[in-house]
């Protein structure tokens, strides 16, 4: 999926999740077909599985977080909370960070390092590195 920002800009969603999203991700068109782009910065996405290794996941996120083409990076909570020590010190705006579910593993809104840094924001939390102070 191609995100037109002005005219001849286009930016990109990355995914970073299990092989089931990634590929439900993929078919719904988030996948960049560029080829000039995918050699020049690999694929706009990455399939965590149980044979990879945490430095080829923080390899990964580092990766997509540091690409100019891409806006947002959706990454499943699980595979986040693999690699929470990178997300809770991520701060750029761009490319936001956003933890989705998977179908293997709940979502858990105290796990979500975004929306512990809504709720201090507001006024109604505190974060220890990604988690909400009890």
Same mark, same amino acid.
């Given at each position: ?6 005219? &001849?800009?286009?930016? =990109?969603? &990355? !995914? ?10 993929? =078919?719904?068109?988030?996948?960049? @077909? ?6 020049? %910065?690999?694929? @706009? %996405? ?24 891409? #806006? #947002? !990076? =959706?990454?499943?909570?699980? !595979?986040?909370?693999? $690699? ?5 010190? %991520? ?5 936001? #960070? ?6 293997? $593993?709940? %979502? ?5 390092? #975004? =929306?512990?840094?809504? @709720? ?9 590195? &990604?988690?909400?102070?009890?």
């Amino acid at each position: 999926m191609v995100i037109k920002i002005k005219e &001849g800009e286009e930016k =990109l969603v &990355g !995914v970073i999740g299990d092989e089931d999203t990634v590929t439900g991700m993929l =078919l719904a068109g988030v996948g960049d @077909n560029n080829a000039e782009k995918k050699a020049r %910065y690999g694929p @706009n %996405y990455f399939i965590a599985t149980r044979d990879k290794h945490l430095d080829q996941l923080e390899e990964a996120f580092t990766r997509m977080t540091n690409r100019p083409d891409i #806006v #947002v !990076v =959706l990454i499943t909570q699980g !595979v986040a909370n693999d $690699i929470r020590h990178l997300i809770v010190d %991520y701060d750029k705006t761009i490319p936001a #960070v956003l933890e989705i579910p998977s179908k293997d $593993i709940p %979502y858990d809104a105290n796990d979500d390092t #975004v =929306l512990c840094k809504v @709720n201090i924001a507001l006024g109604n939390g505190d974060v220890v590195r &990604g988690k909400k102070k009890k």
